[in-house]
DNA sequence: CCTGCTACCTGATGGC
DNA sequence: TGCCATCAGGTAGCAG
């Protein structure tokens, strides 16, 4: 599920609770989780490593150790939990994927649907994926010039612009549709055709957009202890994204939601011209 | 190279 | 109630 707000959160919360301290090992419940890896290889080259910090790329999590890292992707569903240990990991009767342990706990990679993944890398562009990741939504090179240039490099509509994770990283389907419906703008809308006054409403709109996102997942934080948290209060701020069919918060005209590449875009046709 | 489509998974939900 | 279809905040991999 998450995007950048969401997984600066997790990185935020997780960053204070295990930064300096030594993995003892990783146990791997359900395999697929670390695919096309091993859980071999996964406890080797993370048994006794140290993490010298936590980071975002884009949506991945990367645990930084003193041999190489630990990316993590959540996809739709993955989450982390907090567990005092093994036994108490497989006491519960809460689904986990991969473990890992520390002297007085674990901390478990949690997706039911199993299309998660975990993966040591020795470094973090030896993932594809991570390599291919365009300028970072939260960072600071992410400027009005900068996404002006972006906008101008291929024609393409608004929406498949802003998700494209090696252009831009780290926006997905909801902040990208709350970030085109504050600054007024059509999802189907080429980008290389926007005015230079509405690339600069639409970069501040995605910058604003995430803000409010990344805030509204710190307060309050992760709770990895308990295995049902996830974020609270997100369906305060959106306008658009899963209101289908409901008035539109600023001109009462109903929500649409279309297919788009196979993805749903929630608009409203009539204050997001074209 | 680039682009667009599908596969990957499981669980929740809603209509009949 | 049961069954079936549809939907889900994403990316990797592959064909063209």
Redesign the pocket.
């Known amino acids: 599920?998450?995007?950048a707000?969401?997984v600066e959160a997790i990185a935020i919360t997780l960053r204070a609770l295990v930064r300096g301290r030594r993995i003892s090992r990783v146990r791997v419940r359900h395999a697929?989780g670390v695919?096309?890896q091993t859980a071999g290889l996964l406890n080797r080259s993370v048994s006794s490593a140290r993490i010298s910090d936590v980071e975002r790329r884009?949506?991945?999590l990367l645990l930084a150790l003193d041999r190489g890292c630990v990316s993590m992707?959540?996809?739709?569903?993955g989450q982390l939990v907090w567990f005092d240990g093994p036994a108490d990991a497989l006491k519960r009767n809460v689904?986990w994927d991969v473990g890992f342990e520390f002297e007085d706990g674990m901390l478990g990679f949690v997706d039911?649907?199993?299309?998660g993944?975990v993966h040591w890398l020795a470094r973090p562009e030896d993932?594809?994926?991570?390599k291919?990741l365009g300028v970072d939504a939260f960072s600071p090179q992410f400027t009005f010039s900068e996404f002006n240039e972006i906008c101008r490099?291929?024609p393409?509509p608004l929406k498949?612009l802003l998700?494209d994770?090696t252009r831009i990283?780290g926006?997905?389907?909801?902040y990208s549709a709350e970030a085109l419906w504050h600054a007024r703008l059509s999802p189907f809308r080429r980008s290389d055709r926007l005015t230079a006054a509405e690339a600069r409403k639409l970069h501040k709109a995605v910058v604003s957009v995430l803000a409010r996102?990344l805030e509204c997942?710190l307060n309050p934080p992760p709770d990895f202890r308990n295995s049902q948290w996830?974020?609270t209060g997100?369906e305060k701020i959106l306008r658009v994204?899963?209101r289908e069919g409901l008035p539109c918060r600023r001109c009462g005209s109903k929500i649409r939601?279309v297919e788009q590449?196979?993805?749903?875009t929630y608009f409203c046709a009539h204050c997001q011209r074209p």
Request: aromatic share 12%; proline share 8%.
């Open positions: 599920m998450p995007e707000p969401e697929i695919k096309p884009g949506k991945y992707h959540f996809k739709f569903d689904h039911p649907r199993h299309l993944r993932s594809s994926g991570i291919a490099v291929r393409r498949m998700t994770q990283a926006v997905g389907n909801i996102a997942c996830w974020f997100l994204y899963d939601r590449s196979g993805r749903s």
